[in-house]
């Protein structure tokens, strides 16, 4: 644990994960952690999670970790700067942004991202004054959006001198506790310690007991307590206090039991105020406390230091708070209630907090009391809380229960002053906003049936619409999805001009372009736009416009298109539609890369990405998508560094985000990444949930299955991604790519079959062939007799799949490869390599040699530079066959022991004495591409370790400059 913050003082990652049952030592150790961190200067924040867990307040422990924050001159600029910058933050600093004043409720779900992002500048700006230690106590109990802005934490605090420690009971994890999900993708990150605290061995506890009571103790008597508490620090503590060193004490065998018996010991008044403490949970104030135990201040403040003498509960002078020592002695205080003692409590607590408590404890006390017209009018002011929390997930879980006990109350419209299809609308909306698609689906559904359309067509419109868009979240427009937007739009009229007309023709029209009707989708995003601009509706207008956009680059418009998209963005960002402005400059983004301009499409999508990060939504779908699009550009381009070092980072910041995981495949397999195997097997789970894993999980899977000469789990994996893609006509142009693979795949498996003499195998590959090459020829008919646009990438495919045809049928066709060269020429780097080789091997079959060793050099060097290190092994092995000099200071298949450039440098740091991390860092490179360098290299060096690998260099001669290497 001290070297946990000695790595943060030296700016390094220092995060970790302490586990262990209840009352093992975790408190304790961690209060020892913040002393000696506050005696070597540190900033230590602490904050513990409430036992209400999911069904209450969010993002508790950082509200009490910040608590105290601001008491420093210092402290109070930097805290003040950032609550002006990002007004969001202030409700969970609310004392310090009473001078700001507090931030509007938020309009949309990327609120959240804002939030986090704050947090996440916060404690960075604070670790340039002092180092930080940030303690998150009892994870196992926290809200939703806890958890998430914790994940958001250790994934993306990459500077800064911060160490996070967050503990939790790892015997309260049942199988399907929300914690699990969270702590197994944690602890896949790199510099993540996880620590289990253990119970005590023999010698541990006796040091621990002599230590507590001050003197030798009898090793008979040690043995005892050690039998009944199992090694456990709080239960062997409570056996000492109970009287266990001097005689053996009768004591209940269960915790709840030893710890009555422990409390028994207090005196009436004691035991009553903490009967009263009990039911508001571990931690209260002492103004509540006073309020609802119902006696004097005196009483009250007696029976309470007798506790504390006790150390049953501990008090804070600097937040008038007590608490209980462990969360167990309250669960055993408050399981003594008897029920009536309980409800009646409850409802003393709901009474007091009426006019300033938090709604979602407030909401609590008056279930827990039955009371039940209240706690369904307090669960709505919860989610309406939790919304201006940037806390979908409890906005939903509140808005959930209010549903579920609905029917229960008499008049529940007049009492929340709405109604049961309203509140169904708006549980939909959260539950989308919180990832829960298909919940939001049936919510809505139920909507829509329960409006009568004929009495209030309006509201049924807007339900309609919302099912819509809900639909659209779930899965591609069906006519179902499209039925549902043509009832919405049906019963708004067109005149006189709505926004509400505005929204539900756009709706219709974004529906109806997904399913590729284009014609009728312009139709109505033109009225949609005529109608946005007539009443001023400037949201629905940049909605229409991007739609309109999104058709005119279908029909091969990009000039057009563009233009629309810019003004989107423009307007869009006149209004204050944030959502809409990222999209729009989105779509820009990715309509330079679908007309193969990948200059320009790495600049907007780096704009869309800074965009994102201006506007806190960085991990909203448009930034995360951004971030994607981005990689693949890089990719294309040849920055495979760059590309994978921004897939990984995508990759370590959203944990569960399959399609993201993917997007690393390309350069994986590209460069032969004994870690693509891996991250293949974690994806094919979620095959069937997401179509964007199945098609990159599926194409990359089958091009490294190819490379690996694995042909059936080639063929397989070319199969099941196009039968995937038969369910949808929008994956027509898609198709191109595993197909083309497949192709490829056959031409491999026609080859190996002429070798053997085996015609039955030469006859299958054959048939297989012509259906792939027929669907990428079909693909690019059906896109053509409606007028869509085909993008060079689409095009360059549907080149190589002719290619790799003829070399399926025996031809070596160096017209076609010619072709396919030039067609990825654009800037595909990798590709056009990998067609060069293709091109080399044809022109070696017919003849012309020196036209076959340029193409052969060109795509080496190619190789050589991305380290693409299948393509490589596969052009020495051309070289070898065909003698074909490699360039003029290589020899025929020959280079410095088999090394490529890039790890002829990695080879020298590595002689050096230099670590992976130092590696990565000299060469601009990620740590993980580093340790595949390093991996490669012991591999073709025929060594085991890095001394190994140094010794052979010197041997060999390979240990200078890289640029004085002989190759």
């Known amino acids: 644990m001290v070297e946990l913050l000695e790595r943060a003082e030296g700016g390094r990652r220092a995060l970790a994960l302490l586990a262990g049952d209840a009352g093992v030592g975790k408190t304790r150790l961690l209060a020892e952690l913040a002393r000696v961190a506050e005696e070597h200067g540190a900033r230590v924040l602490v904050g513990g999670c409430m036992e209400t867990g999911d069904l209450g307040l969010p993002y508790v422990p950082f509200v009490d970790a910040l608590r105290g924050l601001g008491d420093h001159p210092e402290e109070a600029e930097v805290v003040g700067s950032l609550v002006a910058a990002v007004p969001n933050l202030g409700r969970l600093l609310p004392a310090l942004a009473e001078d700001h004043g507090l931030a509007p409720a938020p309009n949309d779900e990327f609120e959240q991202v804002e939030l986090f992002g704050g947090i996440h500048s916060l404690l960075v700006r604070l670790s340039e004054i002092a180092p930080v230690l940030l303690v998150i106590e009892d994870l196992h109990w926290a809200d939703r959006s806890t958890r998430d802005l914790f994940a958001f934490l250790v994934r993306t605090l990459r500077s800064g001198r911060i160490a996070i420690v967050a503990s939790y009971r790892s015997d309260d994890l049942h199988r399907r506790h929300p914690l699990r999900p969270l702590l197994s993708e944690t602890v896949r990150i790199p510099d993540v310690e996880r620590i289990e605290l253990s119970p005590f061995s023999r010698e541990e506890l006796t040091q621990h007991l002599e230590a507590i009571v001050g003197t030798k103790l009898d090793p008979a008597m040690v043995d005892r307590i050690l039998t009944r508490s199992e090694g456990n620090a709080f239960f062997a503590e409570e056996l000492v206090a109970a009287g266990a060193t001097r005689a053996e004490v009768v004591l209940p065998e269960a915790l709840a039991d030893l710890l009555r018996n422990r409390i028994e010991t207090l005196s009436e008044p004691a035991r009553e105020s903490l009967k009263v403490f009990s039911v508001a949970g571990r931690k209260v104030s002492h103004h509540l406390l006073v309020q609802a135990c119902g006696c004097t201040e005196e009483e009250l403040e007696d029976g309470l230091r007798e506790a504390i003498a006790a150390q049953v509960i501990v008090a804070d002078p600097a937040t008038e708070t007590y608490r209980f020592r462990h969360a167990l002695i309250q669960e055993a205080v408050y399981g003594d209630l008897l029920p009536g003692e309980r409800s009646r409590l409850h409802a003393t607590y709901a009474r007091l907090l009426e006019e300033s408590g938090p709604a979602a404890e407030l909401a609590h006390h008056r279930l827990a009391s039955h009371d039940l017209p209240n706690a369904l009018d307090a669960l709505l002011r919860a989610a309406t809380e939790a919304t201006a929390l940037s806390a979908p997930a409890e906005a939903y879980s509140h808005l959930t229960q209010a549903l579920e006990i609905w029917d229960l109350v008499p008049d529940a419209g007049p009492v929340t002053g709405s109604d049961h299809a309203s509140l169904l609308l708006k549980t939909a909306m959260a539950a989308g906003n919180a990832g829960e698609f298909k919940h939001a689906v049936a919510l809505a559904t139920q909507a829509v049936e329960e409006i009568d359309a004929v009495k209030d067509p309006a509201r049924a419109a807007l339900a309609n619409e919302r099912l819509g868009e809900h639909l659209l979240q779930v899965t591609a427009p069906d006519e179902d999805t499209l039925s549902t937007f043509r009832r919405a739009v049906q019963l708004v009229p067109p005149e006189p001009p709505t926004a509400l007309r505005a929204r539900v023709t756009g709706g219709l029209a974004r529906a109806l372009s997904s399913a590729r009707c284009y014609t009728e989708s312009g139709k109505w995003a033109q009225e949609a736009l005529e109608v946005a601009r007539s009443v001023d509706a400037g949201e629905e207008e940049t909605h229409a416009l991007i739609t309109l956009a999104v058709i005119d680059e279908r029909h091969d418009k990009p000039d057009l298109a563009r233009s629309l998209l810019h003004k989107a963005r423009a307007r869009a960002a006149e209004v204050g539609a944030r959502t809409q402005e990222l999209r729009a400059q989105y779509s820009i983004g990715a309509l330079e890369l679908d007309v193969a301009d990948l200059e320009a499409a790495q600049i907007a999508l780096e704009e869309t990405v800074a965009l994102a990060e201006r506007a806190g939504l960085q991990w909203s779908q448009y930034g995360i998508g ?55 097997a974690q994806l094919e789970t979620r095959w069937k949930d997401d179509d964007w894993v199945a098609y990159i999980a599926g194409g990359c899977g089958a091009d490294l299955a190819l490379w690996e000469g694995d042909l059936d789990r080639a063929r397989a994996l070319t199969q099941r991604t196009l039968s995937m893609m038969d369910l949808d006509e929008t994956w027509e142009l898609s198709a191109i790519w595993p197909a083309t693979l497949g192709i490829a795949v056959e031409a491999e498996a026609a080859e190996r079959a002429r070798q053997g003499g085996d015609e039955t195998a030469l006859a299958a590959a054959l048939a297989t062939g012509k259906e792939l090459l027929e669907r990428c020829r079909e693909a690019e008919r059906r896109t053509r007799s409606v007028g869509r646009q085909i993008g060079q990438e689409a095009v360059a495919w549907l080149a190589r799949a002719e290619a790799e045809f003829a070399r399926l049928d025996g031809t070596p066709a160096i017209d076609l490869w010619t072709a396919t060269v030039k067609a990825f020429g654009y800037g595909y780097v990798y590709e056009e390599a990998r067609s060069r080789w293709r091109l080399a091997e044809a022109m070696l079959a017919e003849g012309p040699r020196e036209d076959a060793a340029e193409e052969a050099r060109s795509a080496y060097a190619t190789a050589t530079e991305l380290g693409a290190t299948p393509l490589i092994e596969r052009l020495e092995a051309l070289a070898r066959r065909g003698r074909v000099d490699l360039g003029s200071e290589i020899g025929p298949g020959e280079g410095a022991a088999g090394l490529t450039a890039r790890e002829l440098e990695v080879l020298h740091l590595v002689a050096e004495g230099r670590s992976n991390q130092q590696i990565a860092d000299a060469l601009f490179i990620s740590r993980k591409t580093a340790s595949v360098h390093v991996s490669h290299i012991l591999a073709k060096l025929e060594v085991s370790s890095w001394g190994e690998a140094a010794a052979t260099a010197h041997r060999l001669g390979l240990d200078g400059s890289p640029g004085d290497v002989s190759l």
């Open 626 to 680: 951004a971030g994607i699009l981005r990689s693949f550009a890089f990719y294309a381009a040849g920055r495979w560094d760059e590309a994978e070092r921004l897939a990984m980072a995508l990759d370590d910041s959203m944990s569960g985000s399959e399609g993201i995981s993917a997007a690393a495949l390309y350069v994986e397999v590209g460069r032969g990444d004994p870690g693509a195997k891996g991250r293949l």
